[in-house]
C-alpha cells in the first residue's frame, strides 16, 4: 500500500472541535454500518489548521451553514506526531485503491447492481492497517465536484480538506480562545 508519512506530506497543526477536551482514552472510531458510504458518518476528524485566520477550512464550513451553533463546543488545536504515516486521498483513483483494500459491500435485492465503499470500520477496527489516518485534500475534493455522479465507489461528501484518524496520533493539544 502506497502510503506517505506526515513528516512527508505537510501536515502541520490541526484544529478539532469538540464538547470535551481531546481524549486518547475516549477516542472515536467510525462505527459499523449497514449500508457502505464514502464517508464515515463519525470518526474524529481534523482539519488543517491556519493561524492567520485562526480557525480551519471545516470550522468556516460549518460556520457558513449555521450547523451546531448552540452547541457548547470549543475549537481545539493539535500537534501530530510526525511519526504518524497517512493514506493520502489526492484523486478518486486514490479513493479507490482504497475501497479495493478495504471494500464494504452491499446487495440490495431493490437495487440494479451491488454498491461498494471504503469500509471505514474495518480499517479503525478490523485487521492492521499500514496508517493512522486517512488525509483528504482540497485537490481531491475540487476533482471528485467535476465526475460524473454514476458509479462506485464514487468519492464524494467530504466538503473540506480533512483528516479521519485511525489511530490516535497526537503529541499535544490546547483549546484556543474564542470571541
Known amino acids: 500500500m502506497s502510503t506517505t508519512t506526515v513528516g512527508e506530506y505537510p501536515l502541520d497543526l490541526q484544529g478539532w472541535l469538540g464538547l470535551t477536551e481531546p481524549d486518547p482514552n475516549h477516542f472515536q472510531r467510525p462505527s459499523p454500518t449497514r449500508q457502505p458510504s464514502a464517508k464515515p458518518s463519525d470518526g474524529f476528524f481534523t482539519s488543517s489548521w491556519d493561524e492567520e485566520q485562526s480557525t480551519t477550512p471545516w470550522v468556516v464550513l460549518h460556520q457558513s451553514h449555521a450547523c451546531r451553533k448552540d452547541e457548547p463546543r470549543r475549537l481545539w488545536t493539535l500537534t501530530p506526531d510526525p511519526s504518524a504515516t497517512l493514506y493520502i486521498i489526492d484523486t478518486p483513483s486514490d479513493y479507490r485503491q482504497l475501497v479495493d483494500w478495504f471494500p464494504h459491500r452491499w446487495n440490495e435485492p431493490s437495487l ?6 471504503a469500509n471505514w470500520h474495518e480499517m479503525a477496527n478490523g485487521k492492521p492497517v499500514p496508517f493512522h489516518g486517512i488525509h ?14 454514476m458509479g462506485h465507489p464514487r468519492f464524494g461528501r467530504w466538503d473540506v480538506e480533512s483528516t479521519l484518524w485511525l489511530e490516535w496520533s497526537f503529541l499535544d493539544w490546547q483549546v484556543q480562545e474564542t470571541e
Do not use: L, Q
Open 112 to 117: 440494479s447492481r451491488e454498491y461498494v465503499e
Open 136 to 149: 483528504v485534500t482540497k485537490a481531491a475534493i475540487d476533482t471528485a465536484d467535476a465526475e460524473p455522479s
